[in-house]
């Protein structure tokens, strides 16, 4: 049989390829050659038709047909073949083929090979496709070599064994006598690799992380470390731009951020040595800015001293007069995570922040708009305002959305004057009328309603905005709500803070004529429009048969909505004429947007009451139906009994109704079948533990003192502590107190909780301490459930969990079974 070609002729010919279809021909045809001689056992040849397999596979065409034949040269005695057959190995071999368990073998032996080359090979095939039952085998092997006196070897069996440890944690105690020297090495490849696998065991283990804190003193050591690398001369072999081996100090601040991690003692050794790092960094090179990164994450994350922080954001502020746009978006990224805990020292940058807003590049710009809004407070909301506005203006589509509604919510926070606030929002309307919230109309009128003394110049601005252009339909809706309330006033000249206008009521009447037939016109403006024509009949005098025109000819209105509108318009003014100027009479001051009459209900974490009127709800309630129909969804369905709110003594209608629309049709025990009577709640037959606390008893027995707490839930930096109590006037009571912390380094806002329990039993959740579960673990929020167990079943609960986290809502469902047995008992 003939020599078949040479890796680098079949390089070539597959390159002179011009057509896919011609380069498949080609590869096909070597395949059927290599393949012809793997079945005649060609050892000659075996390495070299191996070398070309895997050229094709990076290519991206099937080698697989070539993992035995790796297999083989792994198990010859020349170097050039093992090299090979390792690398086919790499590449072809991974732990869902059982093929690769039969090296296994092989492995052991080179990694106790008398040549150095040959267990380096070894140890990088089983660092990059180790099964754990592989590395189960060979960690012994691989600690060994940790020991050695050779550097070459230990880099790479530092880099093995953290391989093994993601594996297999549970080996990973192995491996922590050889860590004790790994630091006083030192070539540069070998302290790299160690730092990366202590990384690697601090941040599996919390006590792997004790240790090394306490008993190894490692802080200590990669100070030393950090600060040779910064006083060293010039060294040509780890230089990098001028800097000694940044690769090195970006991995011991790595590690070093971890361990300083709330620990006092390990931040104040090293707050000095990031300092040194933060001003002595050259920032005229890439290298030198990814180091200062580094410092920056470090010195944010650790319990660093304030003037340290303040340098760190000073670093940060310099990186954004950088030329480079990546520098700019990670410097505006990392202001953004810290302006909640440093935000004085963020103002300082606010300028350099508000020029970011006119950057081409839109990541950059995004992260500086929201960077903008979260700087924003009563003292810069005039200057910031203007500046955002401008934006609004002249930002792409898809900002506006986003921009107009933080402008909406800054305005509402910080307004300095109600004339600002509502110039400000009109502003918002004008520009970007297309893109605001849904609830941008009725609350913008609800602050005209408020603002008494400014309803002649808002209907004065209003109307002037809305000549001739229709295409903010929000803006319209207002205006046309503002004329039909206020237009009297328009056409009187009453407007003291700007020069009146001469308006007369036919002009007036012109311009909602126009928006009713204006093509730009939706239903729901046409709507505003009509009925402010309508009350207009009770504020003109001279226009009132024109109105009755105007209204008459929409009663055959295609449109159902405008339809039934003018018909009952038209019957106000045929047979309730007498009735009509009482029913259109101006509108009071609206101190809440309400759904469900003067006072709102919220339903927060299951209880509901009512808040009061100068109160703003919290996100979580009123929950629509199909909300709370999901939750029960969620669950289990029809085994779950869904939370008994505690009745307040007195409730508008509507109330009862959100109550039955939330427990679903679920049966209640002594739930009544009939419909509740309209003027009170639903009369749910509470058991005797919902009067637990008007009782003159003490509330709980010393029963409590022998029942363990125990965490029922504890993902992203959320823990949730549930701690038991048994209710002195009714033992089939467990009482439980909720604990919610969190240890990342944003508060979670707006967070509910929600819990369900089976059939058997009956729940009772109260009012949380607060919405609000502080950063670092500062501070908890309480709650307390309730549970009836009369059959002292064994309790189980489901639980439902709902907040905001770093501007996203989060959501999880979690159930608990691990209740200690005297908690029911």
């Known amino acids: 049989m003939p020599a078949p070609i040479r890796l680098r002729e079949l390089i070539r010919t597959i390159r002179t390829a011009r057509t896919q279809a011609e380069e498949r021909e080609m590869i096909q045809k070597e395949c059927a050659a290599i393949r012809s001689s793997f079945r005649e056992e060609d050892n000659t040849y075996r390495c070299r038709n191996v070398a070309k397999l895997l050229y094709m596979h990076m290519l991206g065409y099937p080698a697989h047909f070539g993992q035995l034949e790796c297999l083989k040269l792994i198990a010859s005695q020349k170097f050039t073949d093992k090299r090979i057959g390792y690398l086919g190995a790499m590449l072809l071999l991974d732990e869902r083929q059982d093929v690769h368990l039969l090296m296994t073998n092989c492995i052991k032996n080179d990694l106790n090979h008398s040549t150095q080359f040959v267990q380096g090979l070894a140890l990088c095939t089983l660092g990059c496709m180790g099964s754990s039952e592989m590395c189960r085998d060979l960690a012994g092997e691989v600690e060994k070599l940790l020991k050695t006196s050779n550097s ?326 207002v205006a046309a709500w503002c004329i039909g309330e206020y237009g009297d006033l328009l056409v009187s000249g009453q407007c003291e803070e700007e020069e009146p206008i001469q308006v007369t009521e036919d002009e007036v009447l012109d311009i909602l004529e126009s928006v009713l037939i204006s093509n730009m016109s939706t239903s729901v403006t046409r709507g505003y429009a009509l009925t402010a024509i309508m009350k207009l009949s009770t504020r003109f005098t001279c226009t009132v048969n024109r109105i009755k025109k105007v209204v008459s000819i929409y009663g055959s209105s295609i449109d159902v909505e405008l339809q039934q509108r003018a018909v009952e318009y038209n019957a106000l003014f045929k047979k309730y004429d007498h009735m009509r100027s009482a029913l259109l009479e101006r509108m009071p001051v609206m101190e809440k947007v309400t759904t469900n009459g003067p006072t709102e209900i919220v339903q927060t974490n299951g209880e509901t009451e009512p808040a009061p009127l100068e109160t703003k709800p919290p996100p979580s309630g009123p929950q629509p139906t199909s909300q709370a129909n999901d939750l029960l969804d969620l669950l289990g369905g029809n085994d779950i009994t869904p939370v008994i709110p505690t009745a307040p003594t007195s409730k508008p209608a509507s109330a009862g109704g959100e109550l039955l629309d939330l427990l679903g049709d679920i049966t209640l025990t002594g739930a009544p079948a009939a419909a509740p009577a309209p003027a009170s709640v639903p009369q749910i037959s509470q058991p005797p533990f919902l009067l637990d606390g008007l009782s003159s008893q003490p509330l709980f027995n010393d029963i409590a003192a022998g029942i363990p707490s125990i965490t029922a839930y504890s993902k992203n930096g959320l823990k949730i502590e549930f701690t038991f109590e048994r209710s002195n006037t009714n033992p089939s009571v467990t009482v439980i107190t909720i604990q919610a912390s969190n240890s990342t380094e944003l508060d979670m806002t707006d967070f509910v909780f929600q819990a369900a329990v089976p059939k058997t039993f009956q729940l009772q959740l109260l009012s949380p301490s607060s919405s609000i579960v502080p950063a670092f673990n500062t501070g908890t929020i309480t709650q307390v459930i309730k549970v009836l167990n009369p059959q002292k079943q064994q309790l189980r609960m489901r639980i439902k969990l709902t907040y905001n986290h770093k501007g996203s809502a989060m959501q999880d469902l979690a159930e608990v079974n691990n209740f200690p047995p005297q908690s029911w008992q």
């Open 152 to 477: 070459y070897l230990r880099k790479k069996a530092a880099l093995c064994a953290v391989h093994v440890i993601r594996k297999v944690p549970e080996l990973m105690e192995m491996f922590l006598p050889a860590t004790k020297n790994l630091l006083n090495e030192k070539n540069h490849g070998v302290l790299h690799t160690s730092v990366v696998l202590l990384t690697e065991m601090c941040e599996r283990s919390p006590d792997m992380l004790a240790h090394f804190r306490k008993n190894e003193k490692l802080v200590p050591q990669l100070v030393r470390i950090l600060k040779n690398l910064i006083m060293s001369g010039y060294s040509p072999e780890h230089d990098v731009s001028g800097i000694s081996d940044p690769f090195l100090q970006v991995r011991i601040l790595r590690l070093l951020r971890i361990l300083g991690r709330n620990d006092d003692d390990s931040s104040e050794a090293m707050n000095d040595i990031l300092a040194q790092v933060a001003t002595n960094t050259e920032t005229s090179k890439n290298v030198g800015n990814a180091i200062l990164y580094e410092t920056v994450l470090t010195i944010m994350d650790i319990k660093s001293e304030s003037g340290l922080r303040v340098l760190a954001i000073n670093i940060l502020g310099r990186f954004l007069l950088n030329n480079d746009k990546n520098i700019r978006y990670v410097a505006l990224t990392s202001l953004l995570k810290t302006v909640q805990t440093d935000h004085n020292a963020v103002q300082r940058h606010r300028s350099t922040i508000v020029d970011c807003l006119k950057d081409l590049d839109v990541s950059i710009k995004r992260r500086a708009m929201e960077l903008s809004f979260a700087l924003v407070n009563g003292n810069n909301i005039r200057g910031m305002m203007k500046e955002l506005l401008y934006f609004l203006d002249s930002c792409e589509p898809e900002f506006k959305a986003d921009c107009a509604s933080g402008i909406f919510l800054a305005a509402e926070k910080y307004a300095p004057s109600k004339r600002w606030h509502i110039d400000t929002i009109m502003r918002v309307l004008t520009t970007a009328g297309s893109y605001v919230r849904d609830d941008a109309v009725p609350n913008l009128i609800q602050l005209i309603t408020n603002s008494v003394e400014m309803h002649a110049y808002t209907v004065q601005r209003l109307y002037k905005a809305i000549l001739g252009d229709y295409s903010q339909q929000p803006l319209v809706q």
